[in-house]
């Protein structure tokens, strides 16, 4: 999956180069729609187009029947059952060539949000007192088994982060927490050494300028570094199950902030852009 991930960043990093001339904002939806126009292009060729026709032509049938021959409960009842069938074979048609693009809509939703989800930990004066809970709080979880192992940890922080309370550890639940706030600009690994020796890293951003993509997480979970692309997920031999920590959410002007507005951003441009295809590709959905 690192190996995918890497993939999928670089070719990102090409693609978009362009399209950022002309804003993030634009790159972001003119991406998305380009992605649902080809997306749609391979859903017509993995799926059974005129079977998917046919389906649609023979519920259209039976509606117009419902229609014409309202008074007539016999007629109305068999083409009530038909419809019922028949939407259930169009659904069928379409789930499984759908189910095929749901990797590729996962590796591209998860690029966008690292990319554009996210602002840098703002940069606040060495000598600023800082009161509980203003800063950014560090959340080490260790994997399912290895809880223990986060009594022998220590957390080293780079230069460019100051610690302003002591590392709390629970054993029983195996979780540790800091919190920490940024007194240099860059980008940063914060390094969590265990007591064999053994060491992992989480990269975190501070500052004005942005990096070109940037995470709140770090995890070992396969199924989840499909959404965290941007770091390689912590080896297995790593008792680290996830490290976290809360960015600011970045400003897109004019369209809704935060991951949770990427996703409808995409789903929306994609959709928008696929829709205005489907008739002239012919396209049957």
Request: proline residues 6%.
């Amino acid at each position: 999956m690192n190996a995918l991930n890497r993939l999928t960043t670089k070719v990102f990093d090409l693609l978009l180069t362009p399209f950022e001339l002309m804003g993030d904002e634009l790159a972001l939806i003119l991406v998305s729609g380009l992605f649902g126009i080809v997306a749609l292009i391979i859903f017509k060729q993995i799926s059974w187009q005129k079977g998917i026709k046919a389906v649609k032509d023979k519920i259209k049938g039976d509606m117009i029947a419902i229609r014409i021959y309202q008074d007539d409960l016999v007629v109305v009842g068999q083409s009530v059952v038909r419809v019922f069938f028949r939407n259930f074979a169009y659904l069928t048609l379409n789930f499984g060539p759908m189910l095929l693009l749901l990797a590729p809509f996962v590796l591209v939703l998860a690029q966008f949000v690292v990319r554009y989800g996210f602002a840098p930990i703002p940069v606040h004066g060495a000598q600023v007192a800082m009161l509980p809970g203003e800063g950014t709080m560090l959340e080490i979880e260790m994997a399912k088994g290895r809880e223990a192992e986060v009594a022998g940890m220590s957390i080293r922080l780079p230069a460019g982060l100051k610690a302003v309370s002591r590392p709390v550890i629970n054993t029983a639940d195996g979780v540790a927490f800091q919190e920490v706030i940024a007194v240099q600009e860059g980008e940063w690994e914060v390094e969590f050494v265990f007591a064999d020796g053994k060491s992992a890293i989480k990269r975190i951003v501070t500052g004005e300028e942005r990096a070109r993509v940037m995470q709140p997480e770090r995890v070992s979970s396969f199924l989840l570094s499909w959404i965290w692309p941007a770091e390689d997920r912590f080896p297995s031999d790593c008792p680290i199950a996830s490290v976290k920590f809360e960015y600011p959410t970045r400003d897109l002007r004019f369209l809704p902030d935060g991951p949770g507005a990427i996703l409808v951003i995409f789903f929306l441009a994609s959709m928008a852009f696929g829709v205005a295809i489907l008739k002239p590709l012919g396209i049957q959905i």
